[in-house]
């Protein structure tokens, strides 16, 4: 049946169709024309009038008429399909009347406790109960749904608090959480938290499992005390051969404002790369150990300078550390001379000369990657010598224009319905693997490529089309999408800036180029939007931060805008 020409008519619906009319009545007259109380109906039929009812008063907005039946029907133990059904409105009933703000939200929320039966709902209920107790500053109920979190056996992403457009995984929701935990709590809750914190740190180091010191991570991974768990997880990262995933754990401990975790992590990464053959990168946090941190005590009792002071002298680090010092004679002139040691392997030049695209890293790292079909050649740089190749599609992404997007040793690749994680530390055999790949079969057949947004150790950023991703770097798993970003906005509207920030916010700039939304780095849920008085033509970005010239006619400014916190770190007049 279609509809035809409709028209309303004495209490029913008629449509006129090509070849016959229908005619339906319309829920208010339906409504009064069921009876009340009929004693001659079976217990069963009650039910499904209580239940049609209750339907019909959705459809004609009278909620809380239709809460009360369908409150009574559960009440009184329906039949089991009309049981499932009046559940499934009132769960709906309620979180519509959450949204609307008109009953009191705790007492609505213990009516959906009862109600969120399966893991899915139970999620849903545990995602939205954690906005409230955010609202209300309740810290301890936070924590404690964290863990009622980690009871959940869900292997798809929940909506966030019910927004069918943000899908969130468990493991971020409750990364999330306690990121805002640590940024919200006052010194009287961070000192009772950080307690039952240090206690749960304890347990995993004690176990020393890697499964025990992630989920730590996974949960704690914002507070101080996974300074501690990064080092061991990465140590054990090492001994099981796998170096990027201890890479990335080093780089979050090298990334923290305390200088003495700093220092650390920057002699942990250093042994690291020295013992999987990168000496260049090495002898530059030789540089910043006996610079930077040359004050600071490291765990094994030597300050910065002494580490390197007592560094190995017949290393390659060492060698090239030694070069880069600046000369301390009086230099008058210079003679420069070449030298062809040997002449280049065959396959050296066949490589240089057949590549289709030149991809270059940050200039600390000592590879660059030459694209020839589907396979990417990793080039040492600095000696000019393949090391080894990787298998990627035949159509990538890479932001080569921007240095937010690489994560140390590791290249994030946007594909048509792909993306890949190539790691630089694992390279086996003739031809490597990514570190991982990732499907997705939801899309549509647009052959559009995934593009690469900013990325760091904890989750990288993609964009496809109007939907945000943001990925695991270890593991290539989803830890939340959004799929209702503003149309044309992000890459789409800038291929350079539309899409700025870090691991903390991301910055998603609309078609005008001046119109923005940011999203947490950590779960994609949107923390504000606005607009910014800027000339699109002249900006800058360092790392979520944007420099920028106001468009005053009557007088221009220079700005740095934080859009984390939505504070200007310098507003100056040209």
């Keep these: 049946w279609a509809p035809g020409n409709i028209i309303a008519h004495r209490g029913r619906i008629i449509s006129l169709g090509l070849w016959q009319i229908d005619a339906f009545p319309q829920a208010e007259a339906m409504l009064a024309s069921l009876p009340d109380n009929q004693q001659s109906l079976s217990p069963q039929q009650k039910q499904i009038d209580q239940l049609l009812k209750a339907e019909l008063e959705l459809a004609l907005g009278n909620l809380t008429g239709a809460q009360r039946r369908l409150e009574s029907l559960l009440s009184n133990q329906a039949v089991p399909d009309i049981q499932n059904r009046s559940t499934a409105l009132l769960?709906?009933?309620?979180?519509?009347?959450?949204?609307?703000?008109?009953?009191?939200?705790?007492?609505?929320?213990?009516?959906?406790?009862?109600?969120?039966?399966?893991?899915?709902?139970?999620?849903?209920?545990?995602?939205?109960?954690?906005?409230?107790?955010?609202?209300?500053?309740?810290?301890?109920?936070?924590?404690?749904?964290?863990?009622?979190?980690?009871?959940?056996e869900v292997n798809q992403p929940l909506a966030m608090a019910g927004d069918t457009h943000h899908l969130v995984t468990v493991q971020s929701l409750i990364a999330g959480l306690m990121q805002r935990i640590a940024d919200k709590a006052d010194q009287n809750d961070q000192a009772t938290l950080n307690s039952i914190i240090v206690e749960d740190q304890q347990t995993a180091l004690q176990g020393a499992n890697i499964s025990e010191l992630q989920a730590f991570l996974d949960t704690y991974g914002s507070w101080s005390q996974a300074v501690a768990v990064r080092t061991t997880l990465a140590q054990k990262m090492m001994q099981s051969g796998q170096i990027q995933q201890a890479e990335f754990l080093l780089m979050q401990n090298h990334a923290d404002a305390n200088p003495h975790v700093a220092a650390e992590a920057a002699r942990q990464l250093l042994e690291l790369w020295e013992a999987?053959?990168?000496?260049?990168?090495?002898?530059?946090?030789?540089?910043?150990?006996n610079e930077k941190y040359a004050n600071i005590p490291l765990e094994n009792g030597q300050t910065g300078a002494e580490y390197v002071a007592r560094y190995d002298r017949?290393?390659?680090?060492?060698?090239?550390?030694?070069?880069?010092?600046?000369?301390?004679?009086n230099v008058t002139r210079v003679n420069i001379r070449q030298s062809d040691v040997a002449a280049p392997a065959p396959q050296i030049a066949a490589t240089y000369r057949n590549y289709e695209r030149k991809f270059l890293p940050p200039p600390e790292i000592s590879q660059l990657l030459l694209k020839q079909g589907s396979l990417l050649t990793v080039v040492n740089r600095h000696a000019g010598q393949s090391i080894g190749q990787v298998k990627v599609s035949d159509r990538i992404s890479y932001p080569y224009h921007s240095r937010n997007t690489r994560v140390g040793h590791f290249i994030p690749l946007g594909s048509s319905h792909k993306i890949h994680g190539v790691s630089l530390l694992q390279l086996e055999g003739d031809v490597?693997?990514?570190?991982?790949?990732?499907?997705?079969?939801?899309?549509?057949?647009?052959?559009?490529?995934?593009?690469?947004?900013?990325?760091?150790?904890?989750?990288?950023?993609?964009?496809?089309?109007?939907?945000?991703?943001?990925?695991?770097?270890?593991?290539?798993?989803?830890?939340?999408?959004?799929?209702?970003?503003?149309?044309?906005?992000?890459?789409?509207?800038?291929?350079?800036?539309?899409?700025?920030?870090?691991?903390?916010?991301?910055?998603?700039?609309?078609?005008?180029?001046?119109?923005?939304?940011?999203?947490?780095?950590?779960?994609?849920?949107?923390?504000?939007?606005?607009?910014?008085?800027?000339?699109?033509?002249?900006?800058?970005?360092?790392?979520?931060?944007?420099?920028?010239?106001?468009?005053?006619?009557?007088?221009?400014?220079?700005?740095?805008?934080?859009?984390?916190?939505?504070?200007?770190?310098?507003?100056?007049?040209?």
């Design 91 to 152: 769960r709906e009933l309620l979180y519509a009347e959450l949204n609307r703000g008109g009953q009191s939200e705790a007492e609505l929320l213990g009516k959906l406790e009862s109600l969120a039966q399966t893991p899915l709902e139970r999620g849903r209920f545990l995602s939205r109960k954690s906005k409230y107790l955010l609202d209300q500053e309740d810290y301890h109920g936070l924590m404690q749904v964290a863990e009622d979190f980690k009871k959940i």
């Design 276 to 289: 999987v053959g990168l000496p260049h990168e090495a002898a530059g946090l030789l540089k910043e150990l």
């Design 314 to 329: 017949g290393s390659a680090a060492w060698s090239i550390y030694q070069a880069m010092q600046p000369s301390r004679d």
């Design 432 to 574: 490597s693997e990514p570190l991982w790949t990732t499907e997705f079969d939801d899309l549509n057949n647009s052959q559009s490529l995934f593009y690469v947004g900013p990325s760091g150790p904890r989750v990288c950023v993609f964009q496809w089309g109007n939907r945000l991703f943001g990925l695991n770097p270890a593991n290539g798993k989803v830890l939340w999408e959004r799929k209702n970003i503003p149309s044309k906005s992000g890459f789409l509207s800038d291929s350079s800036k539309g899409l700025v920030g870090d691991q903390e916010a991301i910055v998603a700039f609309s078609i005008n180029r001046t119109n923005y939304d940011v999203y947490s780095a950590i779960t994609g849920e949107r923390i504000r939007q606005g607009e910014l008085e800027l000339n699109s033509r002249i900006r800058h970005v360092f790392g979520r931060k944007l420099f920028y010239e106001t468009t005053s006619t009557t007088e221009k400014r220079v700005r740095l805008w934080d859009p984390l916190t939505d504070r200007l770190l310098l507003d100056e007049p040209v």
